[in-house]
């Protein structure tokens, strides 16, 4: 159990257009989620936390205009990265909580932007 | 505030010896959580272990082993007789139970790579 999938797993987009990644968990419900950034040899960054049908609170320096968040639903995250630059070429891991302590990772994205 | 210190970058060793992780933490929190997670080269990270601040009781699962020192806020990661597919990142992290929501404190991460 305790299944958190994400997709797609990689995309590639044009410089200025606007990027879907789902987070789903597909074996439970989880009141919270967590986005992360992963850049190249580099530790996981909080983004934000977001949790069902409230609003997303992100960490500082995240933009929020930029990087939209919608927990539509117990099983459903999504991030948008809208007007997508090249800089925001990452690997984008979301996760999701069953309980306070247990906290499960999606497979990833991995995002380049050309 | 909370901090996790993982001082080894890389550490390579060949198939068959035994590796040893270091973690050490910061909280001002008397309880709290603290996790390995592995992640291999796909990215995908995986969950080892999961300690709470009240069970210094080390553990042995397998070929891993975890030796918790409150006392010296360290939270150390063995593998024993290394296999080409411990090739990973091994994170450390802190979940601090003052934080409703569960966020965690990763650290920087140590590259293992075992070699035949």
């Known amino acids: 159990g305790a299944v958190v999938s994400q997709h797609p797993s990689w995309v590639i987009c044009k410089s200025g257009t606007s990027v879907k990644i789902e987070c789903r968990s597909l074996d439970f419900q989880a009141t919270t989620m967590f986005w992360y950034r992963q850049f190249p040899k580099q530790s996981l960054m909080l983004m934000a936390t977001s949790n069902e049908g409230s609003k997303a609170t992100y960490e500082q320096g995240v933009e929020k205009d930029k990087f939209l968040i919608n927990h539509a639903s117990l099983t459903l995250s999504t991030l948008t990265v809208t007007s997508a630059h090249p800089e925001d070429s990452s690997f984008y891991i979301c996760?999701?909580?069953?309980?306070?302590?247990?906290?499960?990772f999606g497979p990833g994205t991995r995002l380049t932007v050309t | 505030a909370q901090k996790v210190t993982q001082a080894q970058t890389e550490i390579s060793v060949v198939e068959k010896e035994d590796v040893t992780l270091d973690c050490v933490y910061e909280t001002r929190d008397t309880t709290y959580y603290l996790f390995w997670y592995k992640q291999p080269p796909s990215g995908e990270l995986v969950f080892l272990i999961r300690r709470n601040s009240f069970d210094e009781q080390n553990e042995i699962s397998g070929r891993y082993s975890w030796n918790f020192q409150k006392s010296t806020s360290s939270f150390n990661f063995t593998i024993t007789a290394s296999q080409v597919v411990d090739s990973a990142v091994y994170f450390c992290?802190?979940?601090?139970?003052?934080?409703?929501?569960?966020?965690?404190?990763f650290g920087a991460g140590t590259q293992v790579v075992v070699t035949p």
């Open positions: 996760s999701a909580a069953r309980r306070s302590y247990e906290q499960y």
């Open positions: 992290a802190l979940r601090p139970p003052s934080d409703s929501w569960g966020k965690l404190q």
